[in-house]
Every structure is written in structure tokens, then in C-alpha cells.
């Protein structure tokens, strides 16, 4: 029974994942307030192109771990003990799920307001959709923080 809802849990995953990543993807809590952040560009040739030797699991060290790769898919886990730094890693188009909280202060120069980094809360059960990124972390709470990542590589526009 396990191993049948694994093998329908990642389609379905995979499937979710692949048919929102060109629309905005909002969920409402009961009081009726969007949870997602959502970074979108609308001219896909302006979007820098995904350094792969910036992959976030090649730089995470051992704070990482690969679950799936197949299809331009990677699906993996990450996470930051307090005081631990992500160094400046690349995203290609990519999903993001909170596991478990803590404050983060982030950086990244493609990122309006987060050039000089700044200070933000991953709460559990919160998750993203965005475009092509740059960006590091520092871990600056008490408690680990570990993310569901999905990195989504397609074609771009030259």
C-alpha cells in the first residue's frame, strides 16, 4: 500500500507542479488572505539563464538531499541549522515548500528589496512558485528550517 501511494503521490506531484507553472498560484487560509508568495516575470527572454554549477545541491554540502531527478524535474530537500549559510545558489524555474520554520535572512540580487539581504519568516505549510533566481540565505533564528525544493528546467528563449 505504501509503495502504490508513492507511485501516485510523484505523478501527481510532477503533474500539479508542470500544469502551474505558467499560472499564479494563490491558496486562501479561512480568513480569506492568500499564503503563496508568487515572483513572476512576464517576458521570459529578460530571465538569466540557470548556472548549473550553482545547482543548490551542489553548493548545499551536506545540507541537502536529491529524492528525484527525471524529466528536467529535481526534487530534493534542504535544510539550514541556526547560524548555517546557503551560499549563493541558482534556480532554475522552481517550487518551494516549507517543512519546517524559522527566520532566514535572504539575499539576492534579482530580487527587489533583498539586494543587501532581508530578514523574512518560512512558516510551515507556506510555499512559492517563481521564475530563475540567485540567491543565499543565512539561517538567523533558533530552529532548523527545512524546504521542499522543486527546480524545474525548460527551454528559455534566447
Known sequence: ???LK???SFPLLVSVLCFSCNQPLTTT????KDTIQIVAVADSTSIPRFDPALDPLTVAGTNGNLLHDSLGIKIFEVWLKPGELAPLHSHPDHAGYVLQGGKVMLYSKDIPGFENGSPAEFKVGEGWVGGPVM????NIGNTTIKLLEVDIHRPRNK
Open 1 to 3: 500500500m505504501r509503495r
Open 6 to 8: 508513492a507511485n501516485i
Open 29 to 32: 487560509e479561512k480568513n480569506g
Open 135 to 138: 540567491d543565499s540565505a543565512r
